[in-house]
């Protein structure tokens, strides 16, 4: 049966590709059409160019089309995925620079955190118009998010539709790899289990071969180039028992301990030699930078670059190949509302808990209790996180503003006043995407 997936922000380059190839290896995908689309139309082409290079470099059949429609892409998918970015890096970048002016530190700014809670505001009503899309066009879809900040953009849809939308990130299956490799491992011997929110996620337990690895973890560490890849990840590791998934540079900002002072930055969110910038202007040249660089940086990839046809590491083409591909069962980390799922999580809330993808759909796989001192972290976030939520459903700018009161980060540097005038400054420079509040004046 020939398949049709639809790629909503397609003009995010470097996953189109990835995820585009994936799906190609699939021999139950033979002959599917792959419809990308996109409302930048430079990018869209690009887009377009690379994955035909894909497709004759792989000599795949697979129909490819470009297109500016949204209801043309959808129409009749079986498979959706959703990387799209709301108001481009020039909007971005106020999420960093107005918190920086008060005193807050961000680093990445993309998942939570003030930074993090206003880029879901503006994204969540194009997640739900593009949702309520899907429901006319293609109902029976399997959507999958990677758009950030992806825990309150799955609970916001989750709680708005039926639709069967999962969200997922590369950051678990990436720290596993990332473990296996400083101990030695082959990753065919590696079981672990994982659960907590998005980018606030531990390896409970991590095994080789039957056996807890956790006790080589603490050997590696001890190692200069180990110690220096993850010097932030190391230190909450050394502190709280278990290693969390994503970077250091994401995790400095989710959290009271690191981005308070200069010196603390100096010492942990500066030297690392994996991906950990210091700095917010780091993160902004870095970002900004691209808008100048990535045209010619593609160009010259279709041209000439080189097309690896290996399939990769994330999980969206493994769930569509189970789900309604060969029927091959597939265990991954997937995102949805916790229903007692980890107990000690409020219900509600998104957590990202060991789930299985069959032909009967996604399932939990087992019940998981965090430790104490873990769920009290994570709980936190998580809570925060659906006062967010709550407040895009209520277009409630006072709950924007409760739930920016108690992020870790931020109020470890400001006080309640200075929070609220930060706040109101950043209501007010993305009014033109809260046409749904109804009011952007704070008490």
Same mark, same amino acid.
């Given at each position: 049966?020939? #398949? ?33 689309? &996109? ?17 004759? +470099? ?16 959808? +129409? ?42 206003? #880029? ?5 009503? =194009? ?7 899907? $429901? ?15 825990? %309150? ?34 990753? +065919? ?34 190692? &200069?180039?180990?110690?220096?890849? $993850? /010097? ?63 045209? /010619? ?10 097309? $690896? ?43 990202? =808990? ?28 998580? +809570? ?31 006080? %309640?006043? $200075? ?25």
């Amino acid at each position: 049966m020939k #398949r049709k997936f639809a790629f909503i922000g397609a003009g995010s380059l470097d996953f189109t590709r990835g995820l585009v190839r994936d799906i190609l290896t699939f021999d139950a995908f033979d002959g599917c059409e792959i419809y990308l689309m &996109d409302i930048n139309e430079k990018r869209l082409e690009y887009a377009y160019d690379g994955v035909m290079r894909i497709v004759e +470099k792989g000599g795949y059949n697979a129909t490819v089309k470009a297109t500016t429609d949204r209801e043309e892409a959808l +129409k009749d998918a079986d498979g959706v995925l959703i990387t799209i970015l709301q108001g481009g890096v020039e909007v971005w970048r106020h999420d960093i620079e107005i918190p920086k002016k008060y005193g807050v530190d961000t680093c990445v700014g993309d998942t939570r955190g003030p930074s993090g809670i206003f #880029r879901f505001l503006r994204t969540a009503p =194009v997640m739900l118009d593009i949702i309520r899309d899907v $429901e006319k066009l293609c109902p029976n879809a399997i959507v999958l998010n990677y758009t950030n900040p992806m825990a %309150m953009l799955v609970s916001f849809l989750q709680t708005q539709t039926k639709v069967n939308v999962t969200g997922l990130c590369h950051s678990v299956q990436g720290t596993a790899e990332m473990l296996a490799e400083w101990i030695g491992a082959d990753m +065919k011997d590696v079981e672990y289990t994982c659960a907590g929110i998005n980018h606030q996620a531990f390896h409970l337990e991590f095994k080789v071969k039957g056996e807890d690895a956790y006790p080589q973890i603490w050997e590696a560490i001890k190692r &200069d180039e180990i110690l220096n890849e $993850e /010097q932030l990840r190391i230190e909450m590791f050394k502190h709280l028992g278990y290693f969390i998934t994503e970077s250091s540079g994401h995790n400095s900002e989710y959290v009271a301990w690191f981005r308070k002072r200069p010196d603390l930055i100096e010492k942990y969110c500066t030297y690392g030699t994996g991906w950990n910038p210091g700095h917010y202007a780091y993160i902004l040249d870095e970002y900004l930078g691209r808008e100048h660089t990535w045209e /010619q940086e593609y160009k010259d990839w279709v041209a000439t670059g080189e097309i $690896e046809l290996e399939r990769g590491n994330e999980y969206a083409s493994h769930i569509f190949n189970a789900l309604f591909g060969d029927g091959t069962p597939y265990f991954f980390n997937g995102n949805i509302r916790n229903q007692n799922y980890i107990t000690n999580i409020d219900n509600g809330a998104c957590v990202e =808990v060991p789930v299985v993808a069959t032909t009967r759909g996604i399932h939990t796989v087992q019940q998981i209790t965090l430790p104490d001192h873990l769920s009290i972290m994570v709980n936190n976030s998580a +809570k925060i996180e659906e006062l967010a939520v709550k407040a895009a459903i209520e277009g409630d700018a006072e709950k924007v503003f409760q739930a920016i009161l108690f992020d870790p980060l931020t109020s470890a540097v400001l006080s %309640m006043q $200075e929070i609220k005038d930060m706040v109101q400054e950043m209501l007010y420079k993305n009014k033109e995407y809260l046409q749904h509040f109804k009011t952007l004046e704070l008490k």
